[in-house]
């Protein structure tokens, strides 16, 4: 079976960087695109990275300029380097593949003061 497992959110200020990571089970992972999606407190589940399995990235406007996309196939895992935090991006951060998607359980991002 497909198992996503993100890691590594958390409470952090305004300005503050958070990494997190996705560890992939059950798939050819160096085959599968991914992507990173948000969903903050009644709102809807917000695309914010995609990586192909070429490594080309894409970002959505939240994102763009702030996070950064990446994979490391050998260590079976993708990752979301954010920087510059704000409080609007405080969400569940979820990692899923592409078409068809599997969803990770999500960690919790919260940026406060």
């Known amino acids: 079976e497909v198992r996503l497992v993100e890691t590594g959110g958390g409470l952090v200020q305004p300005g503050g960087s958070l990494r997190l990571s996705c560890a992939a089970s059950?798939?050819?992972?160096?085959?599968?695109?991914m992507k990173w999606v948000r969903q903050a407190p009644g709102k809807e589940r917000e695309w914010l990275a995609t990586i192909l399995s070429t490594g080309d990235t894409d970002y959505g406007d939240s994102a763009k300029g702030r996070f950064t996309i990446s994979r490391d196939n050998l260590a079976r895992s993708v990752y979301l380097e954010m920087n510059n935090l704000k409080t609007d991006d405080t969400a569940v951060y979820y990692c899923?593949?592409?078409?068809?998607?599997?969803w990770g359980q999500g960690t919790q991002v919260t940026v406060s003061s």
């Open positions: 059950g798939l050819q992972l160096s085959s599968t695109h």
């Open positions: 899923a593949t592409v078409m068809p998607t599997f």
